[in-house]
């Protein structure tokens, strides 16, 4: 999953970016408002980290507000060093989906963009499954019936993302899009060299492929249960 995060204030920010990619997250970092706002709006993210309080014309409000006007509903937590009660009122109200003051804990931090992120598809659960395929985004796990399987970073950024799509066709601008960050060296067949790492994984060794090419296109993960 791709996270934008806009924060000027670059220790914070690189610590975040290295927390998320520890996480297996695809991560963009900008420092200032209107280059956040230009790449918030552009780029198709999965969920953006605002620092409420940036330099340039847009602030961490006026960016949310402006993403929610154009009918961009991905999630945005809010980061603050104002922790008042109305101040916290204005970040949701302006269209945040949650709110963290500064200085925070890392993993709590993780905590909430797990939970943004499991909001819209499913309710509690942080198991993403595909017949008896299950990834467990909270343990980072993954398992193929009760046999653990190691995944890089990368390979299991693209498993969760095929699995939160599941039984959809997903292209490969899409998949590269949300699973590879901005400044990612993407090959013309860097998603296929993926594709196949994650079979000789996942599908190969247990007779029955869940991953399936949808020609032209791109790919999807396959559930016959649902
Ligand atoms: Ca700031």
Redesign the pocket.
């Known amino acids: 999953m791709r996270v934008l995060v806009i ?3 670059h220790k914070i920010a690189r610590a975040l970016k290295k927390a998320l990619e520890q996480e297996h997250y695809a991560v963009d970092v900008s420092y200032d408002g209107d280059d956040g706002y230009a790449m918030a709006t552009t780029e198709p993210y999965d969920v953006m980290i605002i ?1 409420r ?2 330099p340039g014309e847009y602030d961490g409000i006026g960016i949310v507000k402006a993403l929610r006007e154009k009918g961009i509903k991905t999630p945005v937590l809010f980061l603050t060093a104002l922790g008042r009660v109305e101040d916290k009122t204005t970040g949701l109200d302006s269209g945040a989906d949650d709110y963290l003051v500064k200085p925070f804990a890392l993993e709590e931090l993780l905590a909430r963009v797990r939970a943004l992120l499991r909001r819209p598809i499913e309710q509690q659960s942080t198991i993403l499954d595909a017949e008896d395929l299950s990834l467990d985004t909270s343990k980072r796990e993954v398992k193929r019936g009760n046999k653990k399987i190691r995944l890089t970073s990368k390979e299991f950024g693209l498993l969760e993302f095929l699995l939160r799509n599941k039984n959809r066709p997903l292209s490969k601008d899409t998949i590269m899009q949300h699973v590879w960050d901005y400044d990612a060296d993407i090959l013309p067949n860097t998603i296929e060299v993926y594709i196949k790492y994650l079979r000789a994984k996942i599908d190969k060794p247990f007779g029955k492929g869940l991953i399936k090419t949808v020609r032209g296109f791109g790919y999807k993960i396959e559930d016959d249960n649902k």
Do not use: F, V
């Open positions: 924060e000027d204030e620092d309080m940036l």
